[in-house]
C-alpha cells in the first residue's frame, strides 16, 4: 500500500473531495496548507502573522515560510503513518526541498496523484456553485439545482455566489496554477511517480481510480 502521497490538480478538480474519502478509506492524514497557515494564525505565531499578511496582500505565501510549516507538520510519526499533501508542494522550489526532506528521513514519498481537467469544465462547475448563507446548504446551478430557482429547499433563504465563485476569479486562480504550480507535473512525471486521473469523469470514478493505486 502507497503511504506517501502528493495530491496535484487545478481548483475545481474534484481534488478535494477525493482526498476526503480517501481518508477514511486509507486512514491517511489529509494535510492542507491552508490548514497549517489555519493553525499558525489562530496560535499567534510570528509565522502566522507573516503569513496573514502575505494572504491579505494576495501574495503567494514565500518557499521558506511554507517548508518552514513542512519541517514542523511532517514529524517522524507522520512520516511512518502516511500523509495526503494537498496544495503543497506549489512551487518547483518546494517539491525539491520536500523530496530531499524525505529522502533524508528514508521516507521518500510514492506516489503522486494527479487530477486532471478541462478548464471550460473547471469553469463550469465552480461558477455554477450557489450556497444558502442562511443554512449552508450547497447548490449548482445545473449539476444541483434548488426545486425554485434561487431559493434554499430547506429554508426558502435567498442562494448567493460566493465572491471566490466568480469567472473573473476562477480564470485568475487557473492562471496562477499554470504559471506556478503545473510545471510540477512534468517533475514528478520525470521522476517517475505520476499517476493521472481524470477528473472529468466526476469524483466517485476518479476516487475509485485513486483506491486502487493506493492500494497496490
Ligand atoms: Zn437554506
Not at 514519498?109 to 463550469?124: K, R, T
Request: glycine share 8%.
Amino acid at each position: 500500500m502507497k503511504r506517501r502521497i502528493v495530491l496535484l490538480g487545478p481548483p475545481g478538480s474534484g481534488k478535494g473531495t477525493v482526498a476526503q474519502r480517501l481518508e477514511k478509506e486509507f486512514h491517511l492524514d489529509h494535510l492542507s496548507t491552508g490548514q497549517w497557515f489555519r493553525k499558525e494564525i489562530a496560535a499567534g505565531t510570528e509565522l502566522g502573522k507573516q503569513v496573514t499578511a502575505d494572504v491579505e496582500r494576495g501574495d503567494l505565501v514565500p518557499d521558506e515560510v511554507v517548508l518552514g510549516l513542512m519541517e514542523r507538520w511532517l514529524s517522524p510519526q507522520l512520516l511512518e503513518r502516511g500523509f495526503m499533501l494537498d496544495g503543497f508542494p506549489r512551487t518547483r522550489a518546494q517539491a525539491e526541498a520536500l523530496d530531499k526532506f524525505c529522502a533524508e528521513k528514508k521516507a521518500p514519498l510514492e506516489v503522486v496523484l494527479y487530477m486532471s481537467c478541462p478548464e471550460d469544465l473547471i469553469i463550469e462547475r465552480i461558477t455554477g456553485r450557489r450556497v444558502c448563507l442562511s443554512c449552508g446548504k450547497n447548490y449548482h446551478v445545473r449539476a444541483l439545482p434548488p426545486h425554485s430557482p434561487g431559493r434554499c429547499d430547506l429554508c426558502g433563504s435567498a442562494l448567493v455566489q460566493r465572491p471566490d465563485d466568480t469567472v473573473e476569479v476562477v480564470k485568475n486562480r487557473l492562471e496562477f496554477y499554470r504559471k506556478i504550480t503545473e510545471p510540477l507535473v512534468d517533475y514528478y512525471r520525470n521522476a517517475g511517480k505520476l499517476v493521472s486521473l481524470n477528473g472529468a469523469l466526476g469524483s466517485e470514478a476518479a476516487f475509485k481510480a485513486a483506491a486502487q493505486v493506493l492500494a497496490s
